[in-house]
């Protein structure tokens, strides 16, 4: 039997979470029903929430994708149907808010494909996220999300990819991701976001875990909150003003690994958990930390010396091996 410290010499967490790739879709053609035939209007400065809904519904009951063309809608709360695949065109397909509730929602949807929307909020401090989503095989991609009041995206038991979002100005969490199953997210950008960038929590069974890598963030209260299993990797974090990372809970059973991000100008480098989840943080670069560059907490508060400096051999859960500071 491997004991927690040996497990965490011995290499840590080994795999990966591998993208779910969404059900392939069929391209619209000439004989498919299209979102005008539900009355969905581009730039028409009025309310096509009805429409948009109408078109979602009646689209996914027939296995067809909903392809919205450029313009802005004006939306309020959509639900999100089964089996959902709905594209834009990136940077130019503008989901508008009329209200501080979610744009997009909806819980068991099996499959979810979703790419080439840029969301729209009101700003509007709480609330709920901006697009949320639970118990589904998800694939969202180039997407663009500006004046979330809480989260920008939620994810709850979700497995799949998140990858080529990007997120600014949100008052909460950029993605924020609850009992990850097989999640990665991967070559996002996300700034200015006052509570974290990304947050993701793992789960476990037996298909468990995220990845969180090739990430560029900057200019968030934290760069990225991690709890096992999983693996952060890659990742470059500048500006954080409490942690770059912050990995680990005292309660937590699982194991994250942290190698090879770039964390400048953050606070504190990296946090770790003083007990509960395994961790493994190396090969990092860390510069400029001004309060350490590893550090470990217990709640909110900050213990021991920082851990680039001097041994972690005290804390039972933690390696810590191979990192520079500056």
């Given at each position: 039997m491997i004991d927690r410290r040996g497990f965490l010499y011995a290499g840590g967490l080994s795999a990966a979470a591998a993208p779910f790739t969404a059900a392939a879709y069929a391209a619209p053609g000439a004989s498919f029903p299209s979102v005008a035939d539900f009355g969905v209007q581009p730039n028409a400065g009025s309310?096509?929430?009805?429409?948009?809904?109408?078109?979602?519904?009646?689209?996914?009951?027939?296995?067809?994708?909903?392809?919205?063309?450029?313009?802005?809608?004006?939306?309020g709360s959509l639900t999100l149907p089964k089996a959902c695949t709905i594209i834009g065109t990136p940077g130019l397909t503008v989901l508008r808010a009329k209200s501080s509730g979610p744009l997009l929602s909806g819980n068991g949807l099996g499959v979810l494909h979703v790419s080439g929307l840029t969301f729209e909020g009101a700003a509007a401090k709480g609330g709920t996220a901006m697009l949320s989503v639970s118990d589904a095989a998800v694939t969202l991609e180039h997407c663009r999300f500006s004046g979330a009041g809480a989260s920008a995206l939620s994810l709850d038991n979700c497995s799949g990819i998140v990858q080529s979002i990007e997120i600014a100005g949100t008052i909460g969490i950029g993605i924020s991701a609850a009992r990850a199953a097989a999640l990665t997210i991967a070559a996002c950008r996300v700034a200015a976001c006052e509570s974290a960038g990304i947050a993701v929590s793992g789960t476990g069974e037996d298909v468990a875990g995220?990845?969180?890598?090739?990430n560029h963030i900057g200019g968030c209260g934290i760069g990225v909150i991690?709890?096992?299993?999983?693996?952060?990797?890659?990742?470059?974090?500048?500006?954080a003003g409490r942690f770059g990372l912050k990995l680990g809970r005292a309660n937590g059973q699982g194991q994250v690994v942290a190698q090879g991000n770039i964390l400048r100008g953050c606070r504190i480098g990296i946090g770790v958990a003083s007990s509960g989840d395994d961790i493994m943080a190396s090969l990092n670069f860390i510069a400029g930390a001004k309060e350490g560059a590893i550090r470990a907490f217990d709640g909110e508060r900050l213990v021991g010396p920082d851990l680039v400096r001097q041994s972690a051999e005290s804390y039972l859960n933690l390696?810590?091996?191979?990192?520079?500071?500056?």
């Open positions: 309310d096509q929430t009805a429409a948009v809904q109408k078109a979602l519904s009646e689209l996914a009951r027939v296995g067809q994708p909903v392809v919205l063309p450029p313009g802005v809608y004006l939306i995220f990845a969180v890598g090739q991690a709890d096992g299993p999983g693996v952060v990797t890659g990742n470059i974090v500048t500006g390696m810590v091996a191979g990192n520079v500071a500056r």
